[in-house]
């Protein structure tokens, strides 16, 4: 038994060393940067290099997040359906007392799965179209230097499920985002580094992500479709 507690205390002293690694290797400041006409201007070029026209007008979009949960969302009506386990919601994003919940193909008046629906669409949803709500209410738009080339920095004052959180979008040379780093409530390190690399052009012609790489692991978007 005794030789049992030591083995199990050196795993744990083993397991507090690694994640005090990965912490302090990979644990950056927020950046600073500046607000502005230069911001607003990178800005619209990110959202020229993805054709934001065509997502503009794309009507439906389809995708799921990790083989877990599943979305065909009705953006012309505000209205996307939201499938996990037995549950399904077709939730109304802006009268989400309009929603119809579903547990075991019953319909139901449950509150904890509806409200499980807002959070799961907020967070599914921005990893597949977060470059083009920079300009939405309640988002401040910096300019930052990064490895001497021009980044946006991106912060989310109001609204969503995590206001406050921070993104910091690298693109190419045509404006394309490649990644982003992190600075968000629900990871304790900041700077996480996501890809933005596997991108498709949809038969709407917007353009969408299929997936993110990131240290902990991939990020599978699922069959992404988008169309009219």
Excluded: C
Excluded at 7 to 16: K, N, Y
Excluded at 49 to 64: D, G, M, P, Q, V
Excluded at 169 to 180: H, Q, V
Excluded at 195 to 210: F, Q
């Amino acid at each position: 038994m005794k030789k049992s507690f030591k083995v199990f205390g050196i795993l744990l002293l083993i397991g507090a060393i690694v994640v005090a690694f990965f912490y302090f290797k990979n644990n950056e400041s927020l950046p600073t940067g500046k607000q502005g006409p230069e911001a607003d201007a990178l800005a619209t070029k990110m959202l020229k290099a993805l054709n934001y026209e065509a997502y503009k007008n794309t009507r439906f979009i389809e995708w799921s997040f990790r083989g877990k949960r599943f979305y065909k969302w009705d953006k012309q009506e505000n209205i996307v359906e939201v499938s996990w386990d037995t549950n399904k919601v077709t939730l109304h994003t802006k009268s989400p007392e309009k929603s119809v919940v579903l547990a075991n193909e019953k319909e139901v008046k449950n509150n904890e799965i509806l409200q499980k629906a807002i959070d799961y669409f907020n967070n599914d949803s921005f990893w597949l179209v977060a470059p083009y709500k920079v300009f939405e209410n309640g988002i401040e738009r910096k300019i930052v230097q990064y490895e001497g080339k021009d980044a946006l920095l991106i912060t989310y004052t109001t609204g969503g499920s995590t206001p406050g959180d921070s993104y910091l979008w690298i693109l190419d040379e045509n404006g394309r985002p490649t990644s982003y780093k992190m600075w968000v409530s629900i990871i304790p390190t900041g700077g996480m580094e996501a890809t933005w690399s596997d991108w498709i052009t949809t038969e709407s012609g917007a353009m969408l992500p299929t997936k993110h790489e990131m240290p902990v692991g991939t990020l599978d978007m699922g069959d992404v479709k988008a169309y009219n």
